[in-house]
Nanobody
Framework: VQLQASGGGLVQAGGSLRLSCAVSGVTFRLSTMAWYQQAPGKQRDLVAQITSGGSTNYADSVKGRFTISRDNAKNTVYLQMNSLKPEDTAIYYC???????WGQGTLVTVSS
């Protein structure tokens, strides 16, 4: 199982980014996909997840600003991040269940 995350970068507060995580080696459509964030010196926290059936849930801190989606034809999960805040600065990791495999992380930096 391999996960390749991309899309991070430097953005000003109020801006947007879209993260992507391409998956290979498993039957993607049967998986639950999740995005986590890990800020410097902090634990890795769940940001959003989407089940095989398309059900989603979000951390309270990102509700209304972030949207997780998946494209089963492309074996890819996305995280659309709008209205970004400096406190969103973190490394973002994708994760696939039930295999519990992590992508390499992509850095998002939001300047004030």
């Amino acid at each position: 199982v391999q996960l390749q995350a991309s899309g991070g970068g430097l953005v000003q507060a109020g801006g947007s980014l879209r993260l992507s995580c391409a998956v290979s080696g498993v039957t993607f459509r049967l998986s639950t996909m999740a995005w986590y964030q890990q800020a410097p010196g902090k634990q890795r926290d769940l940001v959003a997840q989407i089940t095989s059936g398309g059900s989603t849930n979000y951390a309270d801190s990102v509700k209304g600003r972030f949207t997780i989606s998946r494209d089963n034809a492309k074996n890819t999960v996305y995280l659309q991040m709008n209205s970004l805040k400096p406190e969103d600065t973190a490394i973002y990791y994708c994760n696939i269940r039930p295999w519990n495999v992590w992508g390499q992380g992509t850095l998002v930096t939001v300047s004030s």
